[in-house]
């Protein structure tokens, strides 16, 4: 199936967007799963990560808005010391927050954390995860 032109240029916007903020050509995956294999999030995750680089190398940015895979990444680098390809899989779906976070998109909101759980939870959590999970 052929794309329309307009789709095929957003296509190919969004492959060079990743590129530019991750610096890995997703374009190179061959799709073998070791990604999702590795990945102690996956069962956590609407797409498993094959899946999510799949989307990401077609730039079919529709099929990524609006999932939780991205953000459920743990950030822990199992999937990219493992990838046969070299791609730093960690740094794509940092890329992918990225994309959803420079839109001024919250994926969590601090004001709706209830207070004693604001008391409850570290502090050093709280950072880490406001850092990664709002803009
Ligand atoms: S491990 Fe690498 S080559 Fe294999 S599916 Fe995942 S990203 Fe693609
Ligand atoms: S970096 Fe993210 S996608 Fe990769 S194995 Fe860890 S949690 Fe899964």
Excluded at 101 to 117: F, W
Aim: net charge positive; with cysteine.
């Amino acid at each position: 199936m052929t794309l329309p032109m307009n789709a095929q240029k957003v296509s190919m916007h969004f492959i060079e967007k990743i590129k530019e903020l991750s610096g890995e050509n997703v374009k190179v995956c061959m799709q073998c799963g070791t990604c999702t294999s590795a990945c102690p999030m996956s069962d956590e995750m609407d797409f498993f990560p094959r899946k999510v680089m799949h989307y990401s190398q077609f730039g079919l940015l529709q099929n990524l808005e609006n999932i939780n895979s991205y953000w459920k990444c743990a950030s822990c680098h199992s999937c990219t010391v493992r990838c046969p390809r070299g791609i730093d899989i960690a740094k794509v779906m940092e890329a992918l927050r990225l994309l959803v976070l420079r839109t001024s998109t919250n994926y969590i909101e601090p004001s709706q954390i209830p207070a004693e759980k604001l008391q409850e939870y570290p502090g050093i959590m709280m950072v880490a995860g406001f850092r990664k999970l709002t803009s």
